[in-house]
Structure formats: structure tokens, C-alpha cells
């Protein structure tokens, strides 16, 4: 069975940092693209980074481009993303999510975790 | 970008009933358009991927349909458990997701 259990979050400052960590088992995790998506409160989905299984390339949502950083360690099947520089607009749940295969939906999601970003 | 445009916002339906949502793509995305569902306070569901296939337990009664620029996403008898949110998906260029469309209960 697939797992996604997500860690890190919480209360940032304006310009402060977090780490938000997605441990995955039940698949061979180095061969699935990856990904984080956020939701605003009250607000609908949105797509923020991406990183290719097997090649590893990243892609970021351009409000985040140059203050986040997508990663993973295959050898601990986590996927990782680093925040910096947060804003207020970047408060919301963050969900990782596993692509069916690479450039495919999401079939499998982590339970959310929430970063509020207020001083 | 690909902007996805689903209608109607609300959809006000009473147990049993069809429902029909529509997500409309800006430009041609072909056949590469999901839907997903949520549920408060839970992680979004995949329900169809490539238009018109059903994920892994998705139940029969949701269908999905279109290409191009149209598609539809069909609830042939609302159950009480399908009151939620659904929002399409597209990866054309880069994962863009609709707004959503809220299925309530009359």
C-alpha cells in the first residue's frame, strides 16, 4: 500500500524558512515524479514544484521560483521542500503527491500539512 | 498557460440526482485532463485520469468525457458520500488546476 506521511510546518515569520518533509513507502519511490501542491485557506489547489523520477529535474510555480527548493533522498524514500524568504501569501496546507507514473496525475497524497506565515 | 474553467461554481443537488460538471481548457490540452475530488479537512482524491479513465476503486457511477478544450465530469446518481469539492487538472505545460466546483446537497 502506497503511504505518503508528511512532517515539518507550522509558524513561520514574514522572510523566515521551513522544511516540509513527505516519507514515502509502498513503491519504488526513485522512479516516480514527485510533487508539492498547496491550498490557500478557502481556496482551491494549486501546483507549486515538481521533481522528474529518474532524472531528478525540478519545476517550480513562478510565484515560487528562487525562494523554494525541491529535493528527495532516495536512500530514505523522502521528498523534501525547502521555504525560504516566506510571504503571508504562502500560507496554506501543502500536500506532497505521487504521480501515477512520470508526467501523469496525482494517485497518491500525503494528509496535508499546514504553514502559516504571520508575524 | 493553460487556464481551466470549471462550471458551475455550486451545484445544488439532492441525493440521487445526475450530475454534470464542466471544465473548459484555454487552449487544446487534448485528452490530458484529470478530476480529482475533496472532501473537508481531507487530501484531494483521484477519480479520472486521460479524460475519460476511471482511477484504482473509483466507483462506476462517476464517468468522465471530452477532449480538446470541453470536458465533463458525470455523477449518474448522487450518493450521499459524493457531496464534495472537484476540481480538474491538466498538464499541458506545467500542472494547472481549476478553480473547482462545489456539489452540495438541496
Known amino acids: 500500500e502506497v503511504q505518503l506521511l508528511q512532517s515539518g510546518g507550522g509558524l513561520a515569520q514574514p522572510g523566515g524558512s521551513l522544511r516540509l518533509s513527505c516519507a514515502a513507502s509502498?513503491?519504488?519511490?526513485?522512479?516516480?515524479?514527485m510533487n508539492w501542491v498547496r491550498q490557500a485557506p478557502g481556496k482551491g489547489l494549486q501546483w507549486v514544484s515538481a521533481i522528474g523520477g529518474g532524472d531528478g529535474r525540478t519545476f517550480y510555480e513562478d510565484s515560487v521560483k528562487g525562494r523554494f527548493t525541491i529535493s528527495s533522498d532516495n536512500s530514505k524514500n523522502t521528498l523534501f521542500l525547502q521555504m525560504n524568504s516566506l510571504r503571508a501569501e504562502d500560507t496554506a496546507i501543502y500536500y506532497c503527491?505521487?504521480?501515477?507514473?512520470?508526467?501523469?496525475?496525482?494517485?497518491?497524497w500525503g494528509q496535508g500539512t499546514l504553514v502559516t506565515v504571520s508575524s | 498557460e493553460t487556464v481551466l474553467t470549471q462550471s458551475p461554481a455550486t451545484l445544488s443537488l439532492s441525493p440521487g440526482e445526475r450530475a454534470t460538471l464542466s471544465c473548459r481548457a484555454s487552449q487544446s490540452i487534448s485528452n490530458s485532463l484529470a478530476w480529482y475530488q475533496q472532501k473537508p479537512g481531507q487530501a484531494p482524491r483521484l477519480l479520472i485520469y486521460d479524460a475519460s479513465n476511471r482511477a484504482t476503486g473509483i466507483p462506476a457511477r462517476f464517468s468522465g468525457s471530452g477532449s480538446g478544450t470541453d470536458f465533463t465530469l458525470t455523477i449518474s446518481s448522487l450518493e450521499p458520500e459524493d457531496f464534495a469539492f472537484y476540481y480538474c487538472q491538466q498538464r499541458s505545460d506545467w500542472w494547472t488546476f481549476g478553480q473547482g466546483t462545489k456539489v452540495e446537497v438541496k
Open positions: 503527491a505521487k504521480e501515477m507514473s512520470n508526467g501523469r496525475p496525482f494517485d497518491s
Open positions: 509502498g513503491f519504488t519511490f526513485s522512479t516516480y515524479g
